[in-house]
T-cell receptor, first 113, second 114 residues
C-alpha cells in the first residue's frame, strides 16, 4: 500500500547531540513537508520541498536542517542548536496541486534525556 | 500573515450532532481543509472546500463562506470513536509552504460522552 513512513516512532536525544528523523513516501508525490506539533498548538511548518534537490525554510527552521536527494525521502536533522526540541514531528507529502490534501506519516516523538 | 481560530475544546453526546467552527483571515485564500487527529497519531484528511457551500461526506459535512472567512465541520450521529482533535487548515497563495502549503489552526479537541 502507498503511504508515508516515519521512523523511529520514539527518539531520545542527549544534550549537544544531533538526531535525524526519517521520512519516506511511495506515493510519487513531488512536495514534502516537516511540521512540529506541541501540546495545545497547531502544526508549525519547519521545512518544505517542492522538488528534488530543492527545499525552503518554513516558519520555525532555526535549529533544523533537511535534504532532498531523492523524491521518496526527506530526512530532518534536529541539531544541537535547537534548544527546545521536545515535540511531536510530522512529515507530510502532497501531489503539488492546490486542490489536493497533504498526507501525513504517523509521526516521531522526540524527547530530551 | 494568517490567523485561524477554532474553539479549544467541545463536548457532545453519542448519537447527537456537533458543529465545529473555524474562522480565518487570509490575503490569498485558495482552499480550506479539515483533518481529524487522534492523540499521538497522524492527522487524516476529512474534507476540502474552495467554493462557498456545503460538501457532504457520509456523517461528516463541511461548509465554507469565503466572504465571511468562515467554515464549519458538522458531525452527525456521533460515535465514541469520533473523540479526537479536529484541525482546520487554510491554503493561501501568498503564504509559505509552496503551492500546497497549509496553515493550521490549533485544533478543537472533541470529547464524546455516552
Amino acid at each position: 500500500d502507498g503511504g508515508i513512513t516515519q521512523s523511529p516512532k520514539y527518539l531520545f536525544r542527549k544534550e549537544g547531540q544531533n538526531v535525524t528523523l526519517s521520512c519516506e513516501q511511495n506515493l510519487n508525490h513531488d512536495a514534502m513537508y516537516w511540521y512540529r506539533q506541541d501540546p495545545g498548538q497547531g502544526l508549525r511548518l519547519i521545512y518544505y520541498s517542492q522538488i528534488v534537490n530543492d527545499f525552503q525554510k518554513g516558519d520555525i527552521a532555526e535549529g533544523y536542517s533537511v535534504s532532498r536527494e531523492k523524491k521518496e525521502s526527506f530526512p530532518l536533522t534536529v541539531t544541537s542548536a535547537q534548544k527546545n526540541p521536545t515535540a511531536f514531528y510530522l512529515c507530510a507529502s502532497s501531489e503539488g496541486r492546490s486542490n489536493q490534501p497533504q498526507h501525513f506519516g504517523d509521526g516521531t516523538r522526540l524527547s530530551i534525556l | 500573515g494568517q490567523n485561524i481560530d477554532q474553539p479549544t475544546e467541545m463536548t457532545a453526546t453519542e448519537g447527537a450532532i456537533v458543529q465545529i467552527n473555524c474562522t480565518y483571515q487570509t490575503s490569498g485564500f485558495n482552499g480550506l481543509f479539515w483533518y481529524q487527529q487522534h492523540a499521538g497519531e497522524a492527522p487524516t484528511f476529512l474534507s476540502y472546500n474552495v467554493l462557498d457551500g456545503l460538501e457532504e461526506k457520509g456523517r461528516f459535512s463541511s461548509f465554507l463562506s469565503r466572504s465571511k472567512g468562515y467554515s464549519y465541520l458538522l458531525l452527525k450521529e456521533l460515535q465514541m470513536k469520533d473523540s479526537a482533535s479536529y484541525l482546520c487548515a487554510v491554503r493561501d497563495l501568498y503564504s509559505g509552504g509552496g503551492a500546497d502549503g497549509l496553515t493550521f489552526g490549533k485544533g478543537t479537541h472533541l470529547i464524546i460522552q455516552p
